[in-house]
């Protein structure tokens, strides 16, 4: 028995993973405003009825009481702020929700601040429940987080020399950090992605963009694939060992969205 | 979590705590309690339970068709004539055959996955019993599929995942009532529970069918 009464403290959360603990318990990865990634168990969570359980299921945004804990915190009382309710019955959507989720819980350190990081997911969880293009919203999310979090790719300048790039084609290069010039190509043995002009002029806009302002933008299809080859590079340089759900992401992608199943969701 | 816990233990009794602290839901605390109540155990005791987990081992296999865990190659549920074969009721895990089994509200057959999709573990459709299902789907005359995977974003992916595997196969798909739980109160029910408690909500006026949940 501790003698001090536990400290406690509220804060909002989004839920990013979570694993089963004992009987009806719940381990939970929490993205927090204030302390980054935390973890926290939710007692007796996975039983019907408790107050807890409907709340913190994955990618909801909450609220929460906590009792403060030396590695594990404890949730005491948890509300709902926002399920994103639209995105859970539509699996492409959930699947690239899952993914942002994971690329900002494998950036973040646990219990530093993280209050850009929060934000940008819970507002791109929102977009993402009504945009009618996700994969650019994907894009777009994967770029401010790794610029948020001092991995920002180079679309400016040469990542190797400095010296501006001539409005041409060129490529990228996920080891140095971003674009090379003609020169500095041939150095080195890394892998290359090649980046048309039209490629790097909607990357400069995606980076320097709020996701409204792009959300409508209309990208060729071969620009699309060398985005996605350079934003996946580039990413998997910074995240060891991969993004897990990408595979999940890539199989569902192209599946026509299906209505709920009937039985529950739907009343008509 | 480590085995410097008891740095002081025997080695019989430190390889004893760490299995039990390998468990799920079992802490260092727990294991070294445990541990600690088995050497004080009568000889036969200790035996009988050595012989109950090596006998599960040996013993419980995979039912070759609905994949439940059982002792015959083929299980109960599966070989009972009386069981309506048009219905197959998926689940995630054994346990849940049990606890619907324990409704006596079901009488058709089941299909266990042995999980649910979760890509951020990197558990994906493959990892999971789906090809045994549709290879029954095309065998039997299946003509409606119960989805009841878990209540949750993970079980819900699962279930959107097999919707859209099977509906071209023209069978069927229904899925389990979302909604209140008995016993809760509406005051701390979540806004998916309440919402989705609100669109599969009954009509009371006939009592001829029940409202579930
Ligand atoms: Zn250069
Ligand atoms: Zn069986």
């Known amino acids: 028995m501790v003698s001090s009464r536990p400290r406690l403290f509220t804060t909002e959360a989004v839920v990013l993973r979570h694993s089963d603990l004992g009987e009806a318990d719940r381990l939970l990865w929490l993205l927090t405003p204030q302390r980054g990634v935390i973890r926290a168990t939710a007692r007796g969570a996975r039983k019907p009825g408790s107050k807890l359980g409907g709340h913190i ?20 009382q948890a509300d709902t702020v926002d399920a994103f309710r639209a995105m859970r019955t539509d699996i492409g959507r959930l699947s690239r929700g899952l993914y942002m989720a994971e690329l900002a819980q494998r950036v973040s350190v646990e219990d530093a601040p993280a209050p850009a990081v929060f934000r940008l997911l819970v507002n791109s969880l929102g977009w993402l429940a009504t945009t ?14 790794l610029t948020i979090t001092g991995f920002k790719p180079e679309f400016g300048a040469c990542a190797e020399c400095g010296d501006e790039l001539e409005p041409a084609d060129h490529v990228f290069s996920a080891e140095r950090g971003g674009l090379v010039c003609p020169r500095c190509r041939s150095q080195g043995s890394d892998v290359l992605q090649p980046a048309s002009l039209g490629t790097i002029k909607v990357l400069r806009h995606l980076a320097r963009s709020d996701f409204p302002a792009v959300s409508s933008l209309n990208i060729g299809s071969e620009e699309r694939r060398q985005i996605e ?14 993004v897990r759900s990408s595979a999940f992401l890539d199989e569902v992608r192209d599946w026509p969205e299906v209505g709920p199943v009937p039985g529950g969701m739907r009343a008509d | 979590m480590n085995s410097n816990s008891t740095p002081s233990a025997a080695p019989p009794v430190a390889r004893l ?12 605390k727990s294991a070294q309690r445990l541990t600690y109540y088995m050497i004080r155990m009568p000889r036969e005791e200790a035996e009988a339970l050595a012989e109950a987990v090596i006998s599960v081992k040996d013993r419980i296999v995979l039912c070759s068709k609905c994949l439940n865990i059982t002792e ?6 599966c070989t009972n004539e009386r069981r309506d074969r048009t219905r197959i009721c998926v689940v995630e895990e054994p346990l849940d055959v049990l606890a619907i089994e324990r409704t006596r509200a079901y009488d058709g057959l089941y299909h266990v996955l042995h999980g649910s999709i979760s890509p951020v573990n990197g558990i994906g459709a493959e990892q999971l019993k789906i090809r045994e299902l549709l290879d029954r789907l095309r065998d039997e005359t299946v003509t409606e599929l119960i989805l009841a995977t878990n209540p949750n974003l993970e079980g819900e992916a699962t279930s959107m995942y097999l919707q859209r595997l099977i509906s071209p196969l023209g069978i069927k798909v229904t899925r389990l009532a979302r909604g209140l739980s008995s016993g809760a109160d509406l005051e701390y029910a979540d806004e998916m529970t309440l919402a989705n408690a609100l669109e599969g909500r009954s009509e009371i006026a006939r009592n001829d069918e029940p409202a579930a949940g």
């Open chain 2, 72 to 77: 015959e190659p083929v299980c109960p549920v």
């Open chain 1, 132 to 145: 009618e293009n996700a994969d650019t919203l994907v894009r777009w999310f994967a770029l401010r987080l």
């Open chain 1, 57 to 76: 299921d994955l990618l909801c945004h909450v609220k929460l009481s906590m009792r403060e804990g030396r590695e594990l915190h404890g949730v005491s």
């Open chain 1, 229 to 242: 080859r350079i934003l996946r590079s580039h990413t998997n340089s910074v995240i060891d060992r991969g």
């Open chain 2, 17 to 28: 705590i760490e299995a039990f602290n390998r468990l799920p839901g079992v802490g260092p």
